[in-house]
């Protein structure tokens, strides 16, 4: 039985989004990034089928943006007609793709003994060989470390570089972070990002303690530089951990984010919504302003009173209307099954009093 026609790739359809990030990022226009997006379609499916038909003689793939082209590389030069009757362009390599990711899996597997001035390993077509990055002028701590692996030294570039990378990590209002209490473990929301690290709730972590992306681990964002409570609610963590970026974004914990514009307080009766890592985005209207509420902890003055609904882990979050940030999550009564009443430390005052800037969009 012979096997069914594939079908020509369809031209992507690229989202307005997509189309303006390449024009912005690659100098396109948007009739150049439309002709792109389509011939690397058409490369990708001329890639998988010489992949499939050239079997172990199958060297690699390289796509030029500028002219558009694909070339297919081999390791055995009987192939080059195989390549050319698809129509794109063949180069015969000594190593190959599959020679080159073994190399990769015999450096990998020789991690622990990368000296720190490497600062990774990675598979390039386009010289044939594995390159290792290490920081200028430390050359030779990357041939040791080639040499301890017991790699083909031919197979291997070593290519010095100012790289450091480090994970990154947005901040995001709405998120949650962790602390500790006399050793046990808590969770709160982030409020929202403001230059130097984020502002929360007071009762989220006393001042001078750590802020944790997760408990148990040695992934520390920052350290509680100002905490109030009670009397007022308001916490600030300053991040010192560079990997963690403090963005003007607020979760809406439907697949998006919202931005944060500015910080004009909303008036009494207006529509307002917040984040939270325990119940998400939750919306009500604010009842009041200027609220006294007597917690078992302590009272707290100048709260705001919405008929949104939280519950324990929102604390700290973020409140906007529209745009607008209007606040953090102190606390409430009730929940979100049969609903309650929460109240927000407002902002202003929080930056105000410790002269923090808010991010903004």
Not at 343 to 360: A, C, D, E, K
Request: net charge negative; with cysteine.
């Amino acid at each position: 039985m012979a096997p069914a026609a594939q079908a020509a790739p369809e031209s992507p359809a690229a989202s307005p989004e997509q189309l303006e990030a390449m024009q912005r990022d690659l100098g396109l226009t948007e009739a150049a990034a439309t002709d792109l997006l389509e011939a690397e379609a058409e490369a990708q499916a001329v890639e998988e089928k010489l992949r499939t038909a050239l079997g172990d003689d199958f060297g690699g793939a390289l796509f030029d943006i500028g002219t558009q082209e694909l070339t297919v590389q081999v390791t055995d030069a009987d192939a080059v007609k195989a390549v050319e009757a698809e129509g794109a362009e063949a180069e015969v390599v000594e190593h190959g793709e599959a020679e080159l990711d073994e190399v990769m899996g015999v450096l990998d597997g020789a991690e622990a003994d990368a000296d720190d001035a490497i600062a990774g390993w990675r598979v390039d077509p386009a010289s044939d060989s594995v390159v290792v990055t290490v920081a200028h002028g430390q050359a030779a701590a990357a041939e040791d470390f080639i040499a301890e692996a017991g790699v083909d030294a031919d197979a291997v570039t070593v290519e010095e570089s100012a790289e450091q990378p480090r994970t990154y990590a947005d901040l995001i209002g709405g998120n949650p972070y962790y602390f500790q209490v006399s050793g046990a473990w808590y969770v709160c929301s982030v409020g929202f990002p403001v230059v130097g690290g984020y502002v929360t709730a007071g009762h989220c972590g006393d001042r001078g303690s750590a802020a944790w992306q997760n408990p148990n681990t040695g992934n520390r964002i920052g350290t509680v530089e100002q905490s109030i409570f009670p009397r007022q609610d308001s916490g600030f963590v300053r991040v010192t951990n560079s990997n963690f970026i403090p963005v003007p974004l607020v979760n809406d914990y439907r697949g998006g984010t919202v931005a944060v514009t500015g910080s004009a307080e909303a008036a009494v009766g207006a529509s307002v919504c917040r984040s939270g890592q325990t119940t998400g985005w939750r919306c009500g209207t604010i009842q009041s302003k200027n609220q006294t509420v007597r917690y078992p902890e302590g009272t707290v003055h100048g709260l705001t009173r919405t008929s949104a609904c939280a519950e324990g882990g929102d604390s700290g979050g973020s409140w906007l209307s529209g745009t607008q940030a209007q606040g953090v999550t102190s606390g409430g009564s009730g929940n979100c099954t049969w609903g309650g009443t929460t109240y927000f430390q407002p902002l202003n005052p929080i930056l105000n009093q410790w002269n923090l800037t808010l991010l903004t969009r």
